[in-house]
T-cell receptor, first 114, second 113 residues
Framework: DSGVTQTPKHLITATGQRVTLRCSPR?????VYWYQQSLDQGLQFLIQ???????AKGNILERFSAQQFPDLHSELNLSSLELGDSALYFC?????????????FGQGTRLTVV | GQNIDQPTEMTATEGAIVQINCTYQ??????LFWYQQHAGEAPTFLSY????GLEEKGRFSSFLSRSKGYSYLLLKELQMKDSASYLC??????????????FGRGTSLIVHP
């Protein structure tokens, strides 16, 4: 158990819909990273938050957004869903804001868009 | 941008040694990570190198050469449970802004009895 909790574990939704994925980081970790993993693309970095502020942005679509709340949990919002958004979404947390330490991954949310 | 190359698949025999190579290109290098990922599970941290040289941790070792943009992960005394995907990841500043992590597509290691 990494100490990072993601909910829900599985999500099935229709095209055009909007979903919210939730992540609770390890106790004491201030950084939260979101990743998308699909079979053809590998693990893609989406966005990072550090202590409530956006710290770094990767290949995140405009239809996707995220935020980190005062209690440090984070949510990833995916809207106008397309079939190609079907993937495993991971959240990871670390104590550092600049990715120079170990990051701990949650078990992921498997999103299926039908 | 940041680019990482690693072999797609490797096979090895239980008890043997295997070396998984990774080459990368980035700006503002801030370290290289290796993660292990079993199918359908979360990646788990194996190692972090920011300076040149070899870091040893039990059966696993990781090497970095910053001048060559090269790293390898060495797995000794292979066990069946080592069958997994091994992800090489680099932290850098490709656009001169924030540090961002980039993962390779992973090397699927199959360990045979």
């Amino acid at each position: 158990d990494s100490g990072v909790t993601q909910t829900p574990k599985h999500l099935i939704t229709a095209t055009g819909q909007r979903v919210t994925l939730r992540c609770s980081p390890r106790s004491g970790d201030l950084s939260v990273y979101w990743y998308q993993q699909s079979l053809d693309q590998g693990l893609q970095f989406l966005i990072q938050y550090y202590n409530g502020e956006e710290r770094a942005k990767g290949n995140i679509l405009e239809r996707f957004s995220a935020q980190q709340f005062p209690d440090l949990h984070s949510e990833l919002n995916l809207s106008s869903l397309e079939l190609g958004d079907s993937a495993l979404y991971f959240c990871a947390s670390s104590s550092s804001g600049v990715m120079n330490t170990e990051a701990f991954f949650g078990q992921g949310t498997r999103l299926t868009v039908v | 941008g940041q680019n990482i190359d690693q072999p797609t698949e490797m096979t090895a025999t239980e008890g043997a040694i295997v070396q998984i190579n990774c080459t990368y290109q980035t700006s503002g290098f801030n370290g290289l990570f290796w993660y292990q990922q079993h199918a359908g599970e979360a990646p788990t941290f194996l190692s972090y190198n920011v300076l040149d040289g070899l870091e040893e941790k039990g059966r696993f070792s990781s090497f970095l050469s910053r001048s060559k943009g090269y790293s390898y992960l060495l797995l000794k005394e292979l066990q069946m449970k080592d069958s997994a995907s091994y992800l090489c990841a680099v932290s850098g500043r490709p656009s001169g802004g924030s540090y961002i992590p980039t993962f390779g597509r992973g090397t699927s290691l199959i360990v045979h009895p």
